[in-house]
């Protein structure tokens, strides 16, 4: 595996990391179609233990195989393949060392309505070990009451995945009774949710694509104030970047419930124009046929990779 100049500038970033961390992270951002470029594709396939399987597979029935899933991340030439325990111990020994692999440590349901949301742990680092990963993925929900219990239990598998040698991905999903709905996306919020995601010691962090609403009243008198530019998607992309320790810290933004093709390569091209470092983009990816699949996240890639307008 040659590293890249710009995989070593990332690199570089993480200068208390000890050597196999590095090395899985190199790993990750050499993987795939655009391996060495700092950009990243990631499919993620956690959504039937968070929405059911009904609503994550019929439409595309192939996908209640999780073997389905490595397959298409592999054809695709994705950079990683994210899921909870299940779906990847379903899979490794088959496709050992074909992608790299992101073992999910917590996952939620919707099973049972609350205001504010928490997670229940679900693997483990020595999982994450057993499977062959090269990262632990984590959720936390800022702006739920349990958000607290959800940061200091990150900190302590953190800590222990680094001590093994792992990276460390959040996803930094901002929702719970602390927010309104559309607060949950808001521009302050979300860039605020990846700083706290990147000051709990993550590598990667996930995120949703920011609105340009304002969420909190203090926060808003500073970006009128200071005339913060938020006015366009890329903008906001760049904002939250910024917020990501100057662009110090590798922010992928997630690609939501399935949308239109058009509006989904716009957003690419936002993220990319921001100086974003990727996409992680599930629903819309497995849910289509496995021709269209690759078709889609083919072009999602040409974006990032410049070959593609």
């Known amino acids: ?166 990276a460390v991905v959040v996803w930094s999903y901002p929702r719970g009774s602390g927010l309104s709905k559309e607060g949950e996306t808001g521009i302050d919020v979300t860039a605020y949710a990846a700083h706290i995601a990147a000051q709990l010691g993550a590598h990667v962090v996930k995120v949703k694509l920011p609105s340009a609403h304002l969420e909190q009243a203090a926060a808003k008198k500073v970006y009128e104030k200071e005339a913060v530019p938020v006015g366009t998607l890329a903008e906001r992309v760049r904002h939250v970047v910024q917020s990501t320790f100057n662009g110090r810290r590798v922010v992928i933004f997630s690609g939501g419930p399935a949308v239109g093709d058009e509006q989904v390569f716009d957003e690419v091209r936002a993220i990319r124009d921001g100086g974003g470092f990727g996409s992680i983009i599930g629903r819309n990816s497995f849910q289509r046929k496995k021709p269209d699949a690759l078709k889609f996240l083919g072009t999602i890639m040409g974006i990032y990779a410049g070959t593609q307008k």
């Open 1 to 166: 595996m040659a590293t890249t100049e710009r995989v070593r500038e990332i690199l570089s970033w993480y200068g208390s990391d000890s050597p196999g961390t590095l090395t899985n992270l190199a790993r990750l951002l050499s993987a795939g179609v655009l391996g060495g470029t700092g950009k990243m594709v990631i499919l993620p396939v956690d959504q039937g233990f968070e929405h059911g399987p009904a609503r994550s597979f019929a439409v595309n029935p192939a996908g209640y195989d999780p073997r389905y899933h490595f397959q298409l991340a592999i054809e695709a030439g994705c950079s990683a393949y994210a899921a909870p325990l299940g779906f990847l111990e379903a899979g490794a020994r088959e496709f050992a060392g074909q992608i790299p692999l992101i073992l999910k440590l917590n996952n939620h349901d919707v099973l049972y309505e609350e205001k504010d949301p928490e997670q229940a742990v679900t693997g483990s680092v020595r999982d994450a070990l057993r499977l062959g990963c090269v990262a632990i993925g984590y959720t936390i929900y800022p702006g739920s009451s349990a958000r607290l219990e959800m940061y200091s239990t990150l900190r302590a598998l953190g800590e222990e995945a680094k001590a093994n040698g792992l």
